[in-house]
């Protein structure tokens, strides 16, 4: 088998990153990997029987989060939440857009409006109040 493995590699201070190389040490006898730590310029999923992606909730994951998008695979979720995630890749980028679209996606109605209270107000999203 195959896997091409997105995630934070040491030496990046992340929890995740540690938590994949020690996985990683123990795939390695049974699979072959290829190891992703940032967006690969040319990847081409027919290479691999599966996508891994590692995600977390901070900018650290970014590269993941959109090659998820992009090519199907399975996910490993760190957190419960990833609003921050979320917020950095479009408010960050000044796509408030994008972030309202998420933020109704995930929350409804409900959420969008309280959501709108914000862009009036803050430069960045309200945080954990609305699960993404």
Excluded: C
């Amino acid at each position: 088998m195959r896997i091409a493995f997105f995630s934070p590699l040491p030496p990046s201070k992340s929890g995740i990153a540690d938590y994949s190389a020690a996985v990683l040490d123990h795939l390695k006898d049974f699979v072959q990997i290829e190891t992703f730590a940032s967006k690969p310029e040319n990847f081409d999923p027919a290479r691999f029987d599966i996508a891994v992606y590692q995600l977390g909730n901070n900018p650290y994951h970014t590269f993941a989060y959109e090659a998820a998008l992009e090519h199907p695979g399975v996910i490993v979720m760190h957190e419960a939440n990833l609003h921050h995630l979320i917020a950095d890749l479009t408010i960050r980028g000044g796509d408030w857009d994008a972030y309202l679209r998420e933020v109704e996606l995930n929350g409804g109605a409900g959420a969008l409006a309280y959501a709108l209270r914000y862009v009036r107000t803050l430069e960045r999203g309200p945080d954990y109040e609305i699960p993404m």
